[in-house]
């Protein structure tokens, strides 16, 4: 099975960009699509981006298509959420997730591996 941990969160404001970073390990991560989920306080947990095995198909939220972009470094067992234009409503728990279907799925139940989280605070 494969270990995730995320890092590279923190404060930003409205209109900056931020990067966060999923380091895997415990197991060939290329057997695994990872995406990104986000949790604000109250709310249920939300799908932002996943990536295929080889980081050719990636599928996005609507929310955030066009400003975030997911990609991954097998190589280095990494995957990287790049976030542009970041606006308050970003404001979560991110977590990273995978799943060894291999598909980048967009819900929850289809991930078997999860991260800690790290938080995003996004002031106006």
């Known amino acids: 099975q494969v270990q995730l941990v995320e890092s590279g969160g923190g404060l930003a404001q409205a209109g900056d960009s931020l990067s966060l970073f999923c380091a895997a390990s415990?197991?060939?991560?290329?057997?695994?699509?990872l995406a990104w989920f986000r949790q604000a306080p109250g709310k249920e947990r939300e799908f932002v981006a996943a990536?295929?095995?080889?980081?050719?198909?990636?599928n996005y939220a609507d929310s955030v298509k066009g400003r975030f972009t997911a990609s991954r470094d097998n190589a280095k067992n990494m995957m990287t959420l790049h976030m542009d234009s970041l606006k308050p409503e970003d404001t979560a728990v991110y977590y990273c997730?995978?799943?060894?279907?291999?598909?980048?799925?967009?819900?929850?139940?289809?991930?078997?591996?999860w991260g800690q989280g790290t938080q995003v605070t996004v002031s106006s």
């Open positions: 997730a995978a799943n060894r279907i291999g598909v980048p799925f967009t819900t929850t139940l289809r991930y078997n591996y």
């Open positions: 415990g197991d060939t991560v290329s057997d695994y699509a």
């Open positions: 990536i295929s095995r080889s980081g050719v198909i990636t």
